[in-house]
Nanobody, 123 residues
Framework: QEQLMESGGGSVQDGGSLRLSCGASGLSVRPACMAWFRQAPGKQREGVAVIFAAVGRSYYDMSVKGRFIVSQEGNSVFLQMNSLTPEDTGMYYC??????????????????WGQGTQVTVSS
């Protein structure tokens, strides 16, 4: 059974940092398209970062570029979030798509999702 489990969310002050983790079971993250999405209350879900670790490529939404770093180690994917602002508040989800490169970006159809981890940034 394919499963993703996020952890690492929490509450931080404006300007703080958090590192989210996404552990996988039943699937391999390195040769796959892995992404982080977020959803703020009352807003649509948006993609923030995607990684295809087997080819060493990653992409970021402009809203987080330069502040967030997506990485892979073992069968987990991570999202290092720096310089957080209240606009980064939301539920963060990791997602998996078993596609080949270069069919990997934030518009890819992701087939497996985690339950999410809450990130709250206060001013």
């Amino acid at each position: 059974q394919e499963q993703l489990m996020e952890s690492g969310g929490g509450s931080v002050q404006d300007g703080g940092s958090l590192r989210l983790s996404c552990g996988a079971s039943g699937l391999s993250v390195r040769p796959a398209c892995m992404a982080w999405f977020r959803q703020a209350p009352g807003k649509q879900r948006e993609g923030v970062a995607v990684i295809f670790a087997a080819v060493g490529r990653s992409y970021y939404d402009m809203s987080v570029k330069g502040r967030f770093i997506v990485s892979q180690e073992g069968n987990s994917v991570f999202l290092q979030m720096n310089s957080l602002t209240p606009e980064d508040t939301g539920m963060y989800y990791c997602a998996y798509a078993g596609v080949t490169w270069p069919n990997c970006d934030l518009q890819t159809k992701f087939t497996t999702w985690g339950q999410g981890t809450q990130v709250t940034v206060s001013s």
